[in-house]
T-cell receptor, first 113, second 113 residues
């Protein structure tokens, strides 16, 4: 039972353009959503999060949008840079689940220069 | 600066061996986690611990056990390694407050032959 889904295994984008990474979820109890970035042979690093009571959160080049009615969130990276090439994981949590996160399968982003 | 360290970056073991993976965090976090990452499957939770000597099974605990004798240290034990346990193992810790962000170590690439 995949509660968090990232349906695109990979995405290729030209440097300077926008990258849009998508994530869908099934559990309406989730109250926080997080995005992580992972380079090969390194652990994931936290990028940005959004509370379920908001529909947008921005941090520099990264913006996360949440559409609760569609149970969908997306991460926008503008402008994309070659250093953004990595695997991006979407994750979700809710209070009754304790301190655990549910992760999606990840999307490989390649930014071409 | 937040730090989670793992005892080995790369490990090669034989089928049937007992394997110990060590994780140490220096952030005084209550919660610690062990995941494995496999292509197309994302991060899957093996075990987590919310306090010293306390543990809870994650989604895929079979073939693994854990030990948490001190707050800063969380060990993953493969009782009898098998080839299907070849994977990237990631340790994480968290403070347990919203958005429940977890901090990850660099990972251990384990190969069982």
């Amino acid at each position: 039972d995949q509660q968090v889904k990232q349906n695109s295994p990979s995405l290729s984008v030209q440097e300077g353009r926008i990258s849009i990474l998508n994530c869908d979820y099934t559990n309406s109890m989730f109250d926080y959503f997080l995005w992580y970035k992972k380079y090969p042979a390194e652990g994931p690093t936290f990028l940005i999060s959004i509370s379920s009571i908001k529909d947008k959160n921005e941090d520099g080049r990264f913006t996360v949008f949440l559409n609760k009615s569609a149970k969908h969130l997306s991460l926008h990276i503008v402008p994309s840079q070659p250093g953004d090439s990595a695997v991006y994981f979407c994750a979700a949590s809710f209070m009754e689940y304790g301190n655990k996160l549910v992760f999606g399968a990840g999307t490989i982003l390649r930014v071409k220069s | 600066d937040v730090k989670v360290t793992q005892s080995s970056r790369y490990l090669v073991k034989r089928t049937g061996e007992k394997v110990f993976l060590e994780c140490v965090q220096d952030m005084d976090h209550e919660n610690m986690f062990w995941y494995r990452q496999d292509p197309g499957l994302g991060l899957r939770l093996i075990y987590f611990s919310y306090d010293v000597k306390m543990k809870e099974k994650g989604d895929i605990p079979e073939g693994y056990s854990v030990s948490r004798e001190k707050k800063e240290r969380f060990s993953l034990i493969l009782e009898s390694a098998s080839t299907n346990q070849t994977s990237m193992y990631l340790c994480a810790s968290s403070q347990g407050v919203p958005p429940y962000e977890q901090y990850f170590g660099p990972g251990t690439r384990l190969t069982v032959t």
